[in-house]
């Protein structure tokens, strides 16, 4: 595998576990890249869902990025220091959590 250099490398978390990713990445393209599959749960079934369509029409890319969630993850340019989280169930009206 490719080793990033430290100058395009950023670094982020997803559920509290340290990751990197490149600079122009998006957080679903980082998250894929990292080996995350699953980065939401349906609110009906609790299903596992992860990014699919990339272009912000199928939402299964939902996260939770800083505290705020309903982000889709393939629209979100990725930045250094992010804390992204998985979305479970439906996004909580006062931001806190999904």
């Not at 980082?30 to 609790?46: E, H, I, K, M, W």
């Not at 869902?49 to 629209?75: A, K, S, T």
Request: proline share 4%.
């Amino acid at each position: 595998m490719h080793e990033l250099k430290a100058a395009e490398a950023l670094g982020f978390t997803f559920d509290g576990r340290a990751l990197t990713a490149r600079t122009g990445d998006t957080v679903a393209a980082a998250l894929l890249a990292n080996g995350v599959q699953a980065c939401r749960q349906t609110p009906v079934s609790g299903a596992a869902r992860g990014p699919y369509c990339m272009m912000g029409v199928c939402f299964e890319c939902l996260v939770v990025i800083d505290g705020v969630g309903n982000r889709q993850g393939c629209l979100v340019p990725l930045r250094d220091g992010m804390r992204i989280e998985t979305q479970t169930g439906r996004r909580h009206p006062d931001g806190a959590k999904s």
